[in-house]
């Protein structure tokens, strides 16, 4: 769940993250296809699956945060409607910050190597120096 700090920077979910980078595209999406979008992408990685039941409440929630923004479509069936989501300027914030970050730990990472036979300690050392 995004978190806001008091500097009101928005700390992203890993799901969060996924459903903002693909809402990135601009075209307005309905949920079955952005779910589509995901496990396909995931199978490539062997990453489980997200289900229906993680998907909306997680695009509520993301609605209520005003990182995405949800419209009802034309009825497609006899009463059948889809709810379309496209990311707001708030969820473009968010959503280069966290990028931004998750890079920045990525080079951090690779700049840090642990010598041989040291992995766990370099590790925690490289985590305990991010954090701290």
């Known amino acids: 769940m995004a978190k806001h700090r008091d500097e009101g920077v928005i700390i992203l979910s890993a799901l969060e993250e996924d ?3 693909v809402l990135m595209g601009g075209e307005p999406i309905y949920g079955l296809q952005i779910l589509e979008i995901l496990n396909q992408q995931r199978k490539k990685y062997e990453i489980p699956d997200l289900r ?18 949800g419209e009802w479509g034309d009825p497609v069936a006899e ?11 708030v969820g473009e914030i968010a959503i280069s910050r966290t990028q931004a970050y998750r890079r920045e730990l990525a080079r951090r ?15 925690s050392g490289w985590i305990a120096s991010v954090f701290n």
């Open 19 to 21: 459903l903002l980078t």
């Open 52 to 69: 229906i039941g993680s998907l909306y409440p997680t695009l509520k929630r993301m609605e209520e945060q005003k990182l995405i923004r």
């Open 79 to 89: 009463s059948t409607r889809r709810r379309y989501y496209t990311i707001t300027a």
């Open 109 to 123: 990472a690779e700049g840090q190597s642990a010598p041989e036979g040291k992995i766990a300690d370099g590790f």
